[in-house]
Every structure is written in structure tokens, then in C-alpha cells.
């Protein structure tokens, strides 16, 4: 059985690799040969050396350093205040029941909506972009720590109480374990989201960042800088994901292998 | 020793407001027996008839609304040290190895960490689990689960132990051999226990007394003391002929058959 599961990662593996190859080369000549012009789709090779020319000239590390920072700080806080108040809505029924029909609200509200307000609030700074992070990254983590804390199983918590457990034993050693794999689907979808913050953020106003970049680009219509961007950005989101994988990976050892799951 | 008194209960009766909020409903009508130190007690009964109501009497999870329960001589208020409780559920934490499973209630009772560290190894051993001691709860088969559940239970050293159907959920044979091991195990340590369960062969073999529940509002309706050797050896007990007798008794006084006849009737 563990050779079927080796050979069927290896096939997919191979499989993945040779679809990219297939992208890149499609990328490279599909534009010339279907007469698309480089204005348009930029051939890999173009956005290539855009990429070096953005490295020298355009402080493109510089910009990707304020975008990383940005994401980072609107991340961990936005995950650690939805952690915190949904293990606090979680433990109070009736502050849950006042509070929901507002959270409801809120979360359906698009976040991104919300950029404008909070650059006309705090200006072309970093800020705005970091708070948009954490109102998005909020929500995901919040509503899966809630539910996580609302559907533990009581015939657990009465085993606790059986055994005399205080209040905050029952937390740290039922509820707070408990809610771990929820709370990190939660900061998954949450690392993601960030980066869709922090653009949105960058996009309405500032002269730093990768969204800078990507109207920058705009506005000279240099489309290949529009796409060295992207995948700088693309980059962001994807180490921001893999970094959450390697940390769940290792606080949730414990579960079968099969139920953390693949990236 | 034999005549003291580990769990008692005196006039119990509890009741529940419906879901609807309109009626009130017994699910216990004054109920009263008490089983003494080193006893194993079984309790019967038709499903709903507030079995597992007075198991979360004597643990101290519910109170009851008119009468007490009493342990050790003790009325019970709460949760209660010298009791433990299983289910049918083993309720492992996933996240915890087996060893730190069968720690769970002693590290909330403050007990010091090598001390729980030294219990959770001689019970995982004397259940023949101590090469799984580092193993986490879903590498384990269902079976080994509700052993490693058992030796939490003891783990506290609790002086009465409730047991809920505890191996209901088990396959038959995994059965007979957990039912071995508590057996054992109880005659062992001397300890006290109340057994519900829906297994009348199991309630014979396991015990030194029935009791029989009736339908809602549940109260006693008969109390068969099992006259047989080798409370500890449930498995020799299966082969007395006397378990038969027993089961028809139970049968009889439970009305299975008879139920049929009676609902076709009317």
C-alpha cells in the first residue's frame, strides 16, 4: 500500500512539472504565434527581463519588503484578535447572540470596500493596507475558532468536570486543543486573504508596495511590469500559505497524516 | 469492609422541563439503593428509563430535583474526587498520546507529574498497552481505545467507579475480553462499581446484584442478586449454567416478549 501512495505522488508530481513546462513555453511563444501583441501578453522572456530591470531600476525587493511586512503585520494581528474573540464569543452564549446579527453584518460587508475609508482615515501610509488585512483576515479565523468552541463534545467537558477541572483547565485542555485543526483552515484561508487586503489597499493609495507597482505599470501601460507584479504577489501568498502549513504541520503532528491534508 | 456503604441513593427523584418548555417530565421516580464497598452493581432497564440520569447524580454532573446522593457517606454536591466515570464513548483526546490520555484526570486533580507519569505506566502495563504508551488514540483499534479509557478511569484511583455501557460499542468477543479485564481488574483493586448496561448477560456475568428498571419515570422494580462464583471471571460465569436462569429472569421481568404482544393487543 505505501508503494501505491509513493508511486501515485510521484506520477502526480511528474505530471505537475511537465504541465508547467507546458505553461511556460506556451506563455513564451503562444502570444507570437496566435499574433497577440506583446502589449497585450508580454512573452515569458519579456516579463524576464522586466523582472531584472525592476530588480535594478524599480527597488522592485524594496517594494516587496513593504507588501511582506504589510501582509505579515495584518495577518498575525487579524488572526490573533479573530482567535481572541471567537474563544470569548465561544465561551458566552449571550454575548454571541447580542453581538451576531453586527458580526453577520460585518462579514458579509466586502472588506475591501473599506480601503478608501481608511486611507481618507490615516492617509498614504502603511496602515490603511494593515487594517484591511486584519478585517479580512479576522473573519475566517473567528467564525472557525467560534464554532470550534460551540461544538466541542460536552461529554468531554463532563469528563473534565467530573475530574474536577477549573474553568480555564477545561479551556487549555479541551477547548483551546479542540479548536486547533478549525483554527488553522481558518488561518489558511486567512494567509491568502491578506495578500487581496493588502493589495486592494496599495491599489487605492500610496507610492509603496507591489500594488503600487501594479498601477505604476498601469498608468505607462507597462504591461510586463503589470505582470512581474502579479507574480511577485502570487510569490507573497504562496510562501504566506506554505509558512501556515509548515506551522500546522507541526502543532497538529498528532493527526493522521491523510487529515492535514496537501497543499 | 463489606458493610460499608461506597454510593447510596436516597429517594432520588429527578425531573425535566420538555423541550417545548410546556411540560415537566420524570425521568426518575424516587429511586433508592446503595451499593457497598467492593460490590458491583448493575442497573437495567428499558432505554429512557433515567439510567444514565442517575449515573450523573452520583458523579455529581447533575443535581437531582428532590432527594440525595451519597458517597463514601457523603452527600454529593459536585463533582466528586472519589468517583470516575466511563462511557460508551472513550472520548481519548486525539492529541494526547495514550500515557498522557490515562494522566488526563490525575494532572487535573494536581497530582505531581511523576507520580501521574508512574500510574499511567502500571496500568498501561497491566492492560498489556505499554508498547502503545507513545502511540496517539487513532492508531489504536476500538477495543484498545476503551481499555486505555478504563485505565484513565483508574488512573484517578477513584473509590466507586461509573460506568455508562461502557463496551457497547465494541465488537462481541473485544467484549467478552474488556468485560475480563474489568472484572478483573475491580476484583483486584477491591473497588466499587454501578454498571449500566443494555446487556443482560453482561449485567449477570459482571455483578454481584441486578437491579431492574422500569419504563419512565424509571423506578426499581426488582433487585436479583446473582448467586454464582468468579465475579472475576465473567467468561467462566458465560459457561454456569445459572447465567440462563438469570437472563430469563431479567427477560421476564423486563417484559421482552411480552412487549410485542401487548403493543399488537393494542
Known amino acids: 500500500m505505501n508503494g501505491a501512495v509513493s508511486s501515485s505522488v510521484r506520477n ?15 506563455w513564451q511563444w503562444g502570444p507570437g504565434l496566435l499574433g ?22 524599480d527597488h522592485l525587493l524594496f517594494h516587496t519588503g513593504i507588501t511582506v511586512g504589510e501582509v505579515l503585520a495584518g495577518f498575525i494581528i487579524g488572526s490573533l484578535l479573530g482567535a481572541f474573540i471567537g474563544y470569548a464569543l465561544g465561551m458566552s452564549p449571550t454575548a454571541e447572540l447580542a453581538l451576531s446579527p453586527y458580526i453577520l453584518a460585518l462579514q458579509i460587508a466586502p472588506k475591501v470596500a473599506f480601503a478608501p475609508l481608511f486611507i481618507l482615515w490615516m492617509g498614504f501610509t502603511v496602515y490603511p493596507k494593515i487594517l484591511v488585512a486584519i ?43 479542540t479548536s486547533m485543526p478549525p483554527m488553522f483552515a481558518g488561518l489558511r484561508i486567512g494567509s491568502t486573504l491578506a495578500v ?31 505582470f512581474v507584479s502579479i507574480v511577485m504577489l502570487t510569490l507573497v501568498g504562496g510562501i504566506a500559505y506554505l509558512g501556515v502549513i509548515l506551522i500546522e504541520r507541526r502543532v497538529l503532528h498528532y493527526l493522521p497524516t491523510r487529515a492535514v491534508g496537501n497543499l | ?54 449515573l450523573n447524580i452520583g458523579s455529581g454532573l447533575t443535581a437531582p430535583t428532590e432527594g440525595q446522593a451519597f458517597v463514601d457517606g457523603e452527600r454529593v454536591t459536585g463533582p466528586n474526587a472519589h468517583v470516575a466515570f466511563m462511557l460508551q ?16 484526570g490525575v494532572e487535573i486533580q494536581g497530582v505531581p507529574q511523576p507520580e501521574c507519569k508512574r500510574r499511567a505506566k502500571s496500568l498501561l502495563e497491566s492492560f498489556s498497552l505499554a508498547e502503545f504508551s507513545d502511540h496517539y488514540p487513532h492508531q489504536l483499534s476500538g477495543g484498545m481505545r476503551q481499555r486505555v479509557a478504563l485505565a484513565r478511569t483508574l488512573a484517578v484511583d477513584p ?3 461509573l460506568l455508562d455501557e461502557p463496551f457497547s460499542a465494541v465488537d462481541a468477543q473485544t467484549r467478552m475480553v474488556l468485560q475480563l479485564d474489568l472484572a478483573r481488574t475491580l476484583k483486584k483493586a477491591g473497588k466499587t462499581a454501578l454498571l449500566i448496561t443494555h446487556d443482560l448477560s453482561e449485567a449477570v456475568t459482571l455483578s454481584d446484584r441486578v437491579l431492574v428498571m422500569s419504563q419512565r419515570p424509571g423506578t426499581i422494580v426488582e433487585e ?10 465473567p467468561i467462566a460465569r458465560r459457561h454456569n449454567a445459572k447465567v440462563n436462569d438469570y437472563v430469563a429472569q431479567l427477560m421476564d421481568r423486563l417484559g421482552i416478549g411480552l412487549l410485542d404482544q401487548a403493543q399488537g393487543a393494542a
Open chain 2, 224 to 233: 436479583i442478586s446473582i448467586d454464582m462464583p468468579g465475579r472475576d471471571n
Open chain 1, 36 to 57: 497577440i501583441p506583446t502589449f497585450i501578453v508580454p512573452p515569458l522572456s519579456m516579463v524576464a527581463t522586466e523582472f531584472v530591470h525592476a530588480f535594478k531600476f
Open chain 2, 89 to 104: 464513548k472513550d472520548l481519548l483526546l486525539p492529541w494526547r498520546t495514550i500515557a498522557e490520555n490515562v494522566m488526563f
Open chain 2, 159 to 161: 473509590h466507586v467507579l
Open chain 1, 196 to 226: 487581496v487586503g493588502v493589495v486592494v489597499g496599495e491599489l487605492v493609495g500610496g507610492n509603496v508596495g507591489l500594488g503600487y507597482l501594479l498601477t505604476l505599470g498601469e498608468g505607462q501601460a507597462d504591461t510586463p511590469m503589470v
Open chain 1, 12 to 26: 502526480g508530481t511528474a505530471a505537475s512539472i511537465a504541465l508547467l513546462i507546458v505553461f511556460l513555453a506556451a
Open chain 1, 135 to 177: 478585517l479580512i483576515v479576522f473573519f475566517p479565523v473567528m467564525v472557525n475558532v467560534l464554532t470550534a468552541v460551540r461544538t466541542v463534545d460536552p461529554d468531554l467537558v463532563n469528563l473534565a468536570r467530573a475530574f474536577k477541572a477549573t474553568r480555564s483547565q477545561i479551556f487549555w485542555k479541551i477547548e483551546f486543543p
Open chain 2, 1 to 54: 469492609m463489606a458493610d460499608v456503604v461506597r454510593l447510596e441513593y436516597r429517594n432520588v427523584t429527578m425531573r425535566f422541563r420538555e423541550s417545548s418548555g410546556r411540560n415537566e417530565l420524570t425521568a426518575v421516580q424516587n429511586v433508592s439503593f446503595s451499593v457497598h464497598d467492593g460490590e458491583v452493581v448493575s442497573l437495567i432497564g428499558p432505554s429512557g428509563c433515567g439510567k444514565s440520569t442517575l
